[in-house]
Nanobody, 124 residues
């Protein structure tokens, strides 16, 4: 069965960095759209980054462009999110998500089939 396990969250001061990782298993990694979402307290879940390894396509939300980098290690079925210049408004529960590619990769949470348990990022 599909399993996504996030790691790397924590607490940092504004301007600091964190690197999130998502270990994927139970499916052929390269055939799935992979994404990072986040959900702050009292707010809706929003996409942060998306990556599809088969054609190299990726997406970064405007709010994180220039500060966050999404990457992957397809051999290890790992998705990463390097977060630099963190701001208090980046505080949220960050989720890894996966969905089998069928046309363009989606960006809405409701379109993703598989989810990790989430990892908390707190920026003060």
């Amino acid at each position: 069965h599909v399993q996504l396990v996030e790691s790397g969250g924590g607490s940092v001061q504004a301007g600091g960095s964190l690197r999130l990782s998502c270990a994927a298993s139970g499916y052929t990694y390269s055939t799935y759209c992979m994404a990072w979402f986040r959900q702050a307290s009292g707010k809706e879940r929003e996409v942060v980054a998306m990556m599809y390894s088969a054609d190299g396509s990726q997406y970064l939300a405007d709010s994180v462009e220039g500060r966050f980098t999404v990457s992957e290690d397809t051999a290890e079925s790992m998705l990463h999110l390097q977060m630099d210049s963190l701001k208090p408004e980046d505080t949220a529960l960050y989720y890894c998500a996966a969905h089998p590619r069928d046309g363009d990769c989606p960006l809405r949470p409701s379109d993703f089939r598989y989810w990790g348990q989430g990892t908390q990022v707190t920026v003060s």
